[in-house]
């Protein structure tokens, strides 16, 4: 019996070790969710950026050329973007693409500055001339770029960190329990 009663032991501290370790695990994958975020977005207002220099369109028509190059959800919500605006319905350029990405920015794990650091171009579309759309286009970009430089830097620690006091965490359980 004894033996029996070892081997349960030895499975739940496996146990206990491999939880814990998931859980530093997934806490780093978390943290680094929302670099992949931060890059994803400054890559679609870079790709934005580079339609109205080279295609010489204004933004509605880029983000119906934007839209084939992304990948889901954003290009539904570009398409979409293109098409409400090629209605003319009288709707602000700004506000469309801030209602249409708001649901997909929901769905990322970013902070509300990161989303209103993509969105701050479009608070400046009004009357503006490509040279002008464009320069927002890059304030939006090199704030997006800043934070990224700034996240990266914290999540070299903490994603090491979090792993870390997962494992030993985990340890210290097992050995408490044991």
């Keep these: ?5 070892d081997l349960l032991k030895l499975l ?24 992949k ?9 870079e790709l934005l950026a580079g339609e109205v220099r080279y295609g010489r369109s204004t933004l509605p ?3 119906s050329r934007t839209a084939r190059y992304l990948s889901p959800p954003f290009d539904a919500a570009f398409r979409e973007i293109g098409e ?18 708001a649901a997909v920015l929901s769905r990322l794990p970013i902070k509300d ?12 579309t009004g009357f503006m001339d490509s040279q002008m759309q464009l ?8 704030l997006l770029r800043l ?10 620690d903490k994603c090491r960190m979090a792993v870390g006091l997962g494992t030993m965490g985990g340890l210290l359980l097992i050995l408490i329990l044991w």
Excluded: P
């Design 1 to 5: 019996m004894k033996g029996g009663r």
């Design 12 to 35: 739940g501290g496996c146990m206990i070790f491999s939880g814990c370790l998931g859980l530093g695990m997934w806490y780093r994958s978390q943290l680094e969710g929302r670099l």
């Design 37 to 45: 975020a931060l890059r994803c977005l400054r890559n679609i207002l």
């Design 61 to 63: 028509e880029c983000c």
């Design 84 to 101: 409400k605006m090629e209605e003319n319905t009288g709707e602000a350029f700004g506000e469309t693409f801030r209602e249409e990405m």
């Design 113 to 124: 500055k990161d989303r209103e650091d993509f969105f701050r171009f479009t608070s400046q």
């Design 135 to 142: 320069h927002a286009i890059e304030q939006s970009v090199e």
């Design 147 to 156: 934070t990224e430089e700034k996240v990266e830097q914290e999540n070299a």
